[in-house]
């Protein structure tokens, strides 16, 4: 098991639900996040006084997989969040020990499907 | 001119109240628009609509309102009144007989800033500020300045064909709703947008209920007197926004299963739309009908025709403001009625089949009008400032790419 986290910009979230539902990859949680890599943000004033606010709205996926859903997974995410600019995100895969699904006590590959 | 003995101070404060409630009504726009975009362009939306209050208010005083109102040919004041020369205490007796033109003058100012803002709902969230600003100046210069003249002004068009159109069906409702889908479609269609996506509909019931408040004023001001005129306007006025809400939650209750606050709001705009050419010149039972009948118009336009048609006027300035200001005209042909107002006219119901004729006549000019002319105006606008935002900037959202300031934060 693994969980793929991924930040991506806000404005493609309906692009990459949309590839991950094509790639059966149906549940998800989102959260929106603040944060910034390579790119620069946009300077904000307010009465005059210049605020420097490099901290970017971003959109963070968080997505718990089987073995054999971790390529699809990325792919669709890649092929919904690509812009080919500076700021489309990360994608990071974490090893997943355990999954227990609260409802059932469910453990491991079933809980997670 | 008439002299200054006859100013009256009831008729006079209440011109002065009226101007106020109006006045309200514009930054109210902005909330009722503001909760409908999403939340990276809200300030956008604030922003244009405190633009059009300021810069359309001086703008007035220079030149607009001489345009509008002071004497000239069928289509265009004159420039007698530039710099409001000569309006001040004494009345103007073709206007307004018991009250300073300049009462008149800045009643009539808070009309001309209220129109380009309701244009706003039509580009919102892709508009470039400065071309907005250039749009807005030419707009109200060459669309709104004429068509107010041929309504109201002496000389005008319609005025002298006898339109009933007590307080801007063609002038405010028709035009801007026509100029909203001429620049919805100029501009096309907005990046990422698949679904409503208001950021905050408390936002939007605070604008329509501060337009509600408003709107009485807009309407019973324009009896341009404290008589029976103006109470005959704030009860149909009142009567009709009521009629609307109500219609348009019962047709979201039998459509969709539940009433909605979105809709009902939507309805009450709907309404007070569709009674400001009727308001002085139908009764109880005919703002009853205007009401309930402009929901189901409004409806359609907005949940079916727009989505079938695909133009993204993004807040629905045509669904609204042209369809309801567009029945509103024809209504008021069929069912105005000399009993509530005697310098009126009856329509179709009561024989005079003419007043309707002349109230389609002088919709479909504006229509006609309005659309080439602003048409022009964004091709003319695009060639010196492009109209629209660039794909980033579009998405970053205006409050940030345009006025460089954010409306919330996430972390403190």
């Known amino acids: 098991m693994k969980l793929v986290i991924a930040i991506i910009q806000p404005h493609r979230l309906e692009e990459v639900k949309k590839e991950l539902y094509a790639a059966e990859v ?22 005059g006084v210049r605020e420097t606010g490099n901290l970017l709205r971003k959109v963070r996926l968080e997505i718990a997989v089987n073995e054999n859903f971790v390529e699809p997974t990325i792919k669709a995410i890649i092929k919904g969040a690509r812009t080919g600019k500076i700021g489309d995100g990360k994608i990071f895969v974490l090893d997943l020990p355990r999954c227990i699904r609260i409802r059932t006590s469910e453990e491991g590959a079933p809980a997670i499907g | 001119m008439q002299s200054m003995n006859q100013i009256n101070s009831g008729d006079t404060a209440w011109v002065l109240v009226s101007a106020v409630l109006v006045l309200l009504m514009t930054p109210a726009l902005g909330f009722f628009y503001g909760g409908m975009v999403r939340r990276k362009n809200v300030l956008g939306v604030l922003m244009q609509c405190m633009a059009c209050l300021s810069l359309v208010s001086v703008l007035w005083g220079i030149y607009g309102y001489s345009l509008a109102f002071s004497k000239g040919n069928w289509l265009f004041g004159g420039f007698d009144a530039v710099m409001l020369k000569g309006v001040g205490a004494a009345p103007n007796g073709d206007y307004a007989a018991t009250i300073p033109q300049a009462a008149f003058m800045i009643f009539q100012c808070m009309f001309a800033v209220i129109t380009p803002a309701v244009i706003v709902g039509a580009y919102a969230e892709r508009v470039k500020f400065s071309a907005f600003l250039l749009f807005t100046v030419l707009w109200l210069t060459f669309v709104y300045c004429p068509i107010a003249h041929m309504a109201w002004g002496v000389g005008g068009l319609f005025r002298s064909w006898g339109i009933l159109d007590f307080a801007g069906g063609t002038v405010v409702e028709i035009n801007c709703g026509i100029a909203g889908l001429v620049t919805a479609l100029y501009l096309g269609r907005r990046i990422g947008i698949s679904h409503p996506s208001l950021h905050n509909i408390p936002f939007v019931v605070l604008g329509a209920s501060l337009l509600w408040f408003g709107w009485n004023g807009f309407n019973a001001g324009s009896a341009l007197a404290c008589n029976a005129v103006a109470v005959n306007a704030f009860v149909t006025t009142n009567m009709a926004a009521g009629a609307a809400v109500v219609s348009w939650a019962a047709l979201e209750w039998i459509l969709t299963g539940k009433p909605t606050i979105f809709g009902s709001v939507t309805g009450a705009i709907a309404g007070l739309v569709a009674i400001t050419p009727a308001a002085g010149f139908v009764d109880f039972t005919g703002a009853l009908i205007i009401g309930c009948v402009v929901s189901v118009l409004s409806f359609f336009a907005v949940g079916i025709l727009k989505q079938k048609f695909k133009y993204d006027d993004s807040l629905d300035a045509f669904g609204v403001h042209a ?57 003319v606008v695009n060639r010196i400032i492009p109209m629209r935002v660039t794909a980033g900037e579009e998405i970053i959202g205006l409050d940030l790419s345009q006025h460089h300031e954010r409306a919330y934060t996430i972390l403190d």
């Open chain 1, 26 to 47: 149906n549940l998800i949680t989102v959260t929106e996040v603040l944060g910034h890599g390579r790119q620069i943000g946009v300077d904000e004033f307010y009465r």
């Open chain 2, 323 to 379: 369809v309801g200001g567009f029945w509103g005209m024809f209504a008021t042909g069929i069912l105005a009625t000399k009993a509530v107002n005697a310098a009126g006219s009856n329509g179709l119901l009561l024989g005079n089949g003419v007043q309707l004729l002349i109230q389609i006549k002088c919709a479909l000019i504006t229509i006609a009008y309005c659309a080439g002319v602003t048409w022009i105006i964004c091709n």
